[in-house]
């Protein structure tokens, strides 16, 4: 989303890549090299990548580019999250999510800007559709944070893909993203240490599980159509029946599953007979049920249950012999937790 009309080599997957070298007439292993220097060492001008020629280098300089948008706004959580807010060459801006635990270190990153599928419980379904993201600006989200975690002899372990947008609603340019980070020339991640989080947009997920083995995470929120579809009116093109039939349908590794998402709304979808309805509907699947309490934002007009609510909840389901864990509250002080990301500067979007 830039004015400059130069190629822009950050998002390039290797092949990619190495048959834009090729056309140039230069050796395929020159784009081993480049991928390297970008997402191992974050170059940025080419004049820093000295093991290649200078004329190949000046060559590169005029016809290519590596974008870096800058990291504007840096926010760190008293539990040790950090929030980033990137401003990209537009005047857009997303924001992603470090999250450190004891032995991971998490990125959440965004996907676009904004979301068009309007959930009601979610802070960047309020502001709408903006744009997609390129492959280049959601692997630089990686880069950014990769680079600084490496400062503090850190290594990054996981990316979900649980920022602004829903992924699937964009997923040539996530499908890019994600070579790149399962790329050895690119982070190395495992399939399994990169999630990509949807609110149910079928036939998106569907492609995406046969091109890459990563991790799934399903927004469930309901375990009902009429419900759901009053809190995601994405049910009405993909109810339920369908989306778990999908579900059943990822190619899963051994002691893999899929994840379900539930955000609890008080007094909304938390109740004791809502989870065993959930527990129903999920019967038979190789599923591990996520619950996260409502995190409140100014768009929405929810309430958080309390922990004992939420306790009540997973015991219906654990004793339905699902696995389920309530979600850690990470970063709500600085609007970073689930559901809460907007793009904001200093509370206004730009």
Not at 164 to 178: C, K, T, Y
């Amino acid at each position: 989303m830039s004015g400059d009309p130069r190629t822009d080599l950050k998002g390039i997957p290797l092949p990619e890549l190495e048959s834009l070298l090729s056309r140039w007439g230069k050796e395929r292993y020159r784009a081993r090299q480049i991928s390297r220097w970008i997402y191992r060492r974050f170059a940025e001008e080419f004049d820093s990548m000295t093991d290649l020629a200078k004329s190949f280098r000046e060559d590169l300089s005029c016809g290519c580019r590596i974008s870096a948008p800058p990291a504007e706004r840096l926010e760190a959580s008293s539990d040790g999250t950090e929030k980033y807010l990137f401003r990209l060459e537009d005047g857009e801006s997303v924001e992603s999510v470090l999250i450190p635990e004891e032995d991971r270190r998490t990125l959440c990153i965004s996907s676009q800007v904004g979301c068009a599928l309007k959930c009601g419980f979610c802070a960047t379904g309020a502001m709408g559709f903006r744009r997609n993201l390129t492959s280049s600006e959601i692997v630089h989200q990686v880069c950014f944070a990769v680079n600084r975690l490496a400062g503090r002899g850190e290594r990054l372990t996981n990316v979900v893909f649980m920022g602004m947008g829903d992924p699937l609603e964009n997923l040539p340019e996530v499908s890019r993203a994600i070579s790149i980070l399962l790329s050895q020339f690119g982070f190395g991640l495992s399939g399994k240490r990169v999630t990509v989080s949807t609110a149910g947009v079928i036939p998106a997920m569907l492609a995406l599980a046969k091109e890459h083995l990563v991790s799934f995470a399903v927004s469930i929120n309901a375990p009902r159509d009429d419900l759901r579809s009053r809190l995601m009116p994405v049910n009405r093109k993909y109810p339920l029946k369908e989306l778990v039939a999908a579900m059943k349908r990822i190619p899963l590794q051994s002691g893999r599953k899929v994840t379900a998402e539930y955000v609890l709304l008080a007094g909304v979808n938390d109740s004791e007979g809502d989870a065993r309805d959930l527990a129903a509907l999920l019967k038979g699947l190789r599923v591990k049920v996520n619950l996260i309490r409502f995190n409140a934002h100014e768009c929405g007009d929810f309430e958080s249950p309390s922990l004992e609510v939420a306790d009540r909840f997973r015991d219906v389901l654990l004793a339905a012999g699902i696995q389920t864990i309530t979600r850690e509250r990470r970063g709500a002080d600085i609007r970073a937790a689930c559901g809460q990301l907007s793009g904001m500067a200093g509370g206004k979007r730009p």
